[in-house]
């Protein structure tokens, strides 16, 4: 799905980043690009994605999974289900670490039904025509084989139960068995429907684990993803995918904290875990918000490798939130790391081991014997103090010892500045972690003051990765174009300094319209449909643009960082490996400033050829993209012959641009 929609030229001077044709009433600036003397090299790492289960990202949005509480395991038994007849909880299942089950037993009378039915994340959701997948383990429980009748239904404003698709399933077995069926609804319900199963027999039944999913997922994949979310990930051209978190790594305490373990092996056989934000956020209050942990540490290592991202974990350092937890009681003592240490590295082995070992033949069962080349671990998410520095420097010494291979990412903090990130850099630089993880969620005056940041960095110490960063418009924390604005300008200064700045994801990613606990966020969607942000635009322009190696860009000699005498410009370069020359440049600015983009350097009778435009402007600064005007704010591309060795264009004010230059 191409994102970049063509125009005809002559509608530029309206909206966009236009090739000269005249004066504009402010004097022309120039850019001077020396493309002989090409800079630092663009790590493919450069732009990536961020993934945390915040807003409901994961049960109930990018995983498929459309059942509520499918195993029973919520500290609710029946959380998410509605029972009727005789229904009972039992708790000697095949699943070790999810042992409850439902029993369904004949009401006795004829015109009596017991069943269930499952409301889903937000109710279910599906297409006419479409095909799910419905699995559900099974057993009868008399010497006679039982019937189950699944339907998916509608329920209409007069409360009557409008049947749009059903099937019926004969249980013939006493021993716990997998059956699977295809439901194909005669209906689209985009709000609302719901999963119900009538017993259909007088011999009664167990059932265990009852799924649905879509055919259509990402990759076919069964325990899959949502098709429309995954592939809006991989047309960001992602270079690196961090996950699983963010705070839930922490967890709320040690006993909710995130466990890579008990997100591999069947499906079936996954704890659940209690998600950290169900309940921080009391205005926005949500008490079935767990994790089946479904989509767990494989399916993220293979999407890495779908999307061609280099997958980059995040483990515990053994503390659990510290805005949550100030008791030093409620967090591993140094002495007692070892448990967590040897997760690191059975972690590493999982990834990267031969199907030999323990944890690669795990992998291998799982469908993958090829490693997944782990080559990054995040220690800690945004921990801080000599009590994360401490436990760190545990992880570093077994780390370096048993994989040197390994780059370690370390944590300035959760603030952009202050005493904590002027405390943990010479930490880091003290331990030689390879990266730096920076977050920074900050208003619009924060990024445009932060243009030239890594200019003056330490370029012999570790290098960066802004883990996690969006901007935050005051009062107003929503996904509108001047945010993203800010957002574009601020990356010319990560790409100006890729010698340093190695890595770079904004944060969160998704977010459900009906269940979001955070915003701004990159990627709404409700149980149908998705809508790419004006700041996912942003990504998916420096990431499909990124460029190999930096060309020095400037104006009157310095770098175009948005310095008062700049006319709140911001710009870099860089060098393709086709030899195409990339120019980014966001106007901040309520002017539109002609600029003459000269190359120098240039071999005398080289000459350039034409240049492709693609640039993203709102008419009003706070428009935004919604699920049902998703069109407000969305690139357009142009092209146009240029020759010499320079040429001039018209950035448009408050816009954002990337020339694409022969």
Partial sequence: MNQFVKIAVGFLPMLGAALS?????????????????PGADIAPTMYGLFFEDINYAADGGLYAEMIKNRSFEFPDRLMGWRSFGKVSVMDDGPFERNPHYVRLISPGHSDKRTGLDNEGFFGIAFMQ?????????????????????????????????????????KVSSKEWKKYTAILKPDRTVAKGGRLRIFLDSPEGVD????????????????????????????ETK????????????EGTDLATRYQWKNTVGPVENRPLNENRWHYTFPR????????????????YFLLSEEMGAAPLPVISVGLACQYQNRNPEAHVPVDSLQPYIQDALDLIEFANGDTTTVWGALRAEMGHPAPFGLKYLAVGNEQWGPEYV??????????????????IVGSSGPQSEGEQFDYLWPEMKRLKVDLVDEHFYRPEDWFLSQGARYDSYDRKGPKVFAGEYACHGKGYKRNHFNAALCE?????????????????????????????????????????????????????????YKGARVLPLSMDGKPVAGAADQHGLFASA???????????????????????????????????????????????KRAENTLDHPDAVKPYETSAKISGHDFSAVVQPESFAVYIVR
């Fill in 207 to 234: 059932v265990e684990h009852v799924s649905l999913f879509p055919t259509n997922t990402w990759r076919g994949h069964e325990n899959g993803l949502r098709a429309d979310l995954a592939t809006l990930l991989a």
């Fill in 129 to 169: 025509d479409s095909t799910y997948r419905f699995s559900i383990w099974a057993r009868q429980v008399s010497d006679k084989p039982s019937r189950l009748l699944v339907e998916l239904i509608e329920p209409d404003a007069d409360g009557e139960s409008q049947v749009c698709g059903s099937v019926k399933i």
């Fill in 284 to 299: 926005r209050f949500y008490p079935d918000y767990y994790q089946s942990n479904g989509l767990g540490f494989y399916e």
């Fill in 238 to 249: 992602p270079g690196v995918f961090r996950f699983p978190g963010g705070c839930i790594v």
């Fill in 390 to 407: 401490e436990r760190l420097t545990k992880f570093v010494d077994a780390l370096r010892s048993a994989h040197p291979e390994i780059e």
């Fill in 574 to 620: 860089a060098l393709d490996e086709s030899g195409h020359y990339i120019i980014k440049v966001a106007n901040t600015s309520s002017e539109p400033r002609e600029v003459k983009f000269n190359f120098v350097g240039m071999k005398k009778k080289a000459s350039l050829s034409d240049v492709r435009i693609i640039y993203l402007r709102a008419a009003d």
């Fill in 488 to 544: 574009a300008a601020f990356m010319t200064g990560l790409e100006r300094n890729a010698d340093i700045v190695r890595m770079a994801t904004y944060a969160p990613l998704f977010a459900h319209v009906e269940g979001w606990q955070w915003r701004p966020d990159m990627i709404w969607f409700d149980n149908l449909r998705s809508v790419p942000t004006a700041s996912y635009y942003v990504q998916q322009l420096y990431g499909t």
């Fill in 21 to 37: 044709t005249g004066a504009v009433e402010n004097d022309m600036v120039q850019f001077d690009i020396r493309v002989n003397k």
